[in-house]
């Protein structure tokens, strides 16, 4: 256990971090006297204390946080994070462990699921550290560490590398990588304060328009109302809602190759780029016809602005409703959840296989097809014009398969807790891809409340899978990982 010492001192110090983090809530809930602040100084003295103790107990151990240790800290963090994250809810909603630690790790883990009703009179501060969350999981607590902790004596290329999602060559990023998680982070920041203000420009009032800013670049899905963003029922902020959730489904690698060449070449040389948009345009365009065809709306207008936003927005995962689409004909249900499985591409905030996986796995499929009629043909997988080496697409059947596995056996273990089978399989899948919504009794216009503590267990382990993209959280609940 004192090998991995220097991972628990990492580890001290980001709780610190995340502990003074809190103070941004608590200056909230000073200038809006909403009665929260007191909750939230007692989270930030247990997270500071906790990481000063830590950090105390371990400080003389120094050393290069090896691959390894870049996984466990990776898993440390989003597994015990929310468990100060849920102080506050604890404290002042009188929530359940079980219940705040969900709703934290929904949070953090850029979901969505909520279990909590009467948002509109929610405190500020409440409603606040909610999309909070959303926000600094969405990009990743690993990857701002990344630019802190190297100035701390920790070195942070392996956490970078077991944090970012998807198959992202570092060749063609900023030589340092502290200069490349500055430059994500920039560019995050840049695209927040820009989705506010014009979610301010369309309607609606400050302090909603930055709360859900930080949902909708988190790609998380909180709303700081019941009725999500189908409150406001305004056209305008729902296309802006939708103009940034399509930007924040773009790997921020693109984002920031663009932006640092000043070019547009980046976003052509994206290999995901055009099956991203494709998918989106030909799912909306389905669906759109689909829903005319059972008269679920009156007109054409009318179809295309639901159906599109319900499209990006689960298929980025982002997770916001305007409408009750449960209402539709199941096969239109289905189909905008199975999105949020694959669409969002790598790098991005959003969940799911990413989008370059789904690519990689149909190229197979196709090769496959092709060789059991031509045994002797020789037909290599390519992305932009580039062979895939076998590892690559090895580990992508893998993940694939494992993935399939997560869901079935999750989803059993739901049914098998005398959960309904559509409620159970679509909240295991909107868990697994941190879309947030689900289907009947988990969907858009209800709550995550009628789980028992059981199946709210599950749904949170769903949602660290998914987002540490499964295989990081179980090479660390393997056994071979422990050996020395």
Same mark, same amino acid.
């Given at each position: 256990?004192?090998?991995?010492?220097?991972?628990?001192?990492?580890? %001290? =110090?980001?709780?610190? #971090?995340?502990?003074?983090?809190? +103070?941004?809530?608590? *200056? $909230?809930?000073?200038? !809006?006297?909403?009665?929260?602040?007191?909750?939230?100084?007692?989270?930030?003295?247990?997270?500071?204390?906790?990481?000063?103790?830590?950090?105390?107990?371990?400080?003389?151990?120094?050393?290069?946080?090896?691959?390894?240790?870049?996984?466990?800290?990776?898993?440390?963090?989003?597994?015990?994070?929310?468990?100060?994250?849920?102080?506050?809810?604890?404290?002042?909603?009188?929530?359940?462990?079980?219940?705040?630690?969900?709703?934290?790790?929904?949070?953090?883990?850029?979901?969505?699921?909520?279990?909590?009703?009467?948002?509109?009179?929610?405190?500020?501060?409440?409603?606040?550290?909610?999309?909070?969350?959303?926000?600094?999981? %969405? =990009?990743?607590?690993? #990857?701002?560490?990344?630019?802190? +902790?190297?100035?701390? *004596? $920790?070195?942070?290329? !392996?956490?970078?590398?077991?944090?970012?999602?998807?198959?992202?060559?570092?060749?063609?990023?900023?030589?340092?990588?502290?200069?490349?998680?500055?430059?994500?982070?920039?560019?995050?920041?840049?695209?927040?304060?820009?989705?506010?203000?014009?979610?301010?420009?369309?309607?609606?009032?400050?302090?909603?328009?930055?709360?859900?800013?930080?949902?909708?670049?988190?790609?998380?899905?909180?709303?700081?109302?019941?009725?999500?963003?189908?409150?406001?029922?305004?056209?305008?902020?729902?296309?802006?809602?939708?103009?940034?959730?399509?930007?924040?489904?773009?790997?921020?690698?693109?984002?920031?190759?663009?932006?640092?060449?000043?070019?547009?070449?980046?976003?052509?040389?994206?290999?995901?780029?055009?099956?991203?948009?494709?998918?989106?345009?030909?799912?909306?365009?389905?669906?759109?016809?689909?829903?005319?065809?059972?008269?679920?709306?009156?007109?054409?207008?009318?179809?295309?602005?639901?159906?599109?936003?319900?499209?990006?927005?689960?298929?980025?995962?982002?997770?916001?409703?305007?409408?009750?689409?449960?209402?539709?004909?199941?096969?239109?249900?289905?189909?905008?959840?199975?999105?949020?499985?694959?669409?969002?591409?790598?790098?991005?905030?959003?969940?799911?296989?990413?989008?370059?996986?789904?690519?990689?796995?149909?190229?197979?499929?196709?090769?496959?097809?092709?060789?059991?009629?031509?045994?002797?043909?020789?037909?290599?997988?390519?992305?932009?014009?580039?062979?895939?080496?076998?590892?690559?697409?090895?580990?992508?059947?893998?993940?694939?398969?494992?993935?399939?596995?997560?869901?079935?056996?999750?989803?059993?273990?739901?049914?098998?807790?005398?959960?309904?089978?559509?409620?159970?399989?679509?909240?295991?899948?909107?868990?697994?891809?941190?879309?947030?919504?689900?289907?009947?009794?988990?969907?858009?216009?209800?709550?995550?409340?009628?789980?028992?503590?059981?199946?709210?267990?599950?749904?949170?382990?769903?949602?660290?899978?998914?987002?540490?993209?499964?295989?990081?959280?179980?090479?660390?609940?393997?056994?071979?990982?422990?050996?020395?």
């Amino acid at each position: 256990m004192r090998a991995f010492f220097p991972v628990f001192k990492a580890f %001290g =110090m980001l709780m610190m #971090v995340f502990g003074l983090i809190m +103070l941004v809530p608590i *200056g $909230v809930s000073m200038t !809006q006297a909403d009665g929260a602040e007191g909750a939230f100084d007692e989270a930030m003295a247990v997270t500071l204390a906790t990481g000063f103790l830590l950090w105390l107990l371990t400080r003389k151990d120094k050393r290069e946080l090896k691959t390894r240790d870049g996984f466990l800290l990776v898993a440390m963090v989003w597994t015990f994070l929310p468990v100060f994250a849920s102080i506050p809810l604890q404290l002042h909603l009188g929530l359940s462990f079980t219940d705040a630690y969900f709703e934290a790790v929904s949070g953090l883990t850029a979901t969505g699921a909520t279990l909590l009703s009467g948002l509109d009179d929610l405190p500020i501060s409440i409603n606040f550290w909610r999309t909070f969350l959303h926000w600094i999981g %969405g =990009m990743g607590v690993i #990857v701002l560490a990344v630019a802190i +902790l190297p100035m701390l *004596g $920790v070195g942070g290329r !392996q956490i970078f590398k077991a944090e970012m999602p998807g198959p992202v060559k570092e060749a063609n990023l900023s030589p340092r990588i502290t200069e490349t998680a500055r430059g994500f982070w920039v560019i995050y920041i840049v695209f927040t304060v820009a989705c506010a203000l014009m979610f301010q420009l369309a309607g609606m009032g400050g302090w909603d328009a930055v709360m859900h800013a930080f949902s909708v670049m988190g790609l998380g899905g909180l709303s700081t109302k019941d009725a999500s963003l189908g409150h406001f029922n305004s056209v305008e902020i729902e296309l802006v809602a939708m103009f940034f959730a399509l930007i924040s489904g773009i790997s921020y690698v693109s984002h920031y190759l663009a932006l640092h060449g000043r070019s547009w070449r980046a976003y052509r040389r994206d290999v995901e780029l055009p099956f991203y948009l494709g998918v989106l345009a030909a799912s909306i365009l389905g669906l759109t016809l689909y829903l005319m065809a059972f008269d679920v709306y009156p007109d054409f207008a009318t179809a295309v602005r639901y159906v599109a936003f319900h499209c990006i927005s689960l298929a980025t995962s982002l997770g916001f409703a305007t409408t009750d689409y449960a209402q539709w004909p199941m096969f239109a249900q289905l189909w905008i959840l199975f999105l949020g499985s694959f669409a969002a591409c790598s790098g991005s905030t959003g969940g799911g296989i990413k989008m370059v996986r789904a690519i990689i796995l149909y190229k197979q499929v196709f090769r496959e097809i092709l060789r059991s009629m031509h045994p002797r043909v020789v037909q290599p997988i390519k992305l932009a014009g580039n062979p895939v080496p076998g590892d690559i697409i090895y580990a992508v059947l893998a993940f694939g398969f494992i993935y399939m596995v997560s869901i079935v056996s999750l989803t059993l273990a739901m049914s098998a807790s005398g959960l309904d089978i559509v409620t159970s399989f679509s909240a295991v899948v909107a868990c697994i891809n941190n879309t947030g919504p689900g289907l009947n009794l988990v969907g858009p216009s209800s709550t995550y409340a009628v789980l028992s503590d059981f199946q709210t267990w599950l749904c949170a382990f769903a949602m660290l899978l998914g987002r540490l993209e499964i295989f990081t959280l179980l090479v660390v609940l393997s056994p071979a990982f422990w050996r020395k």
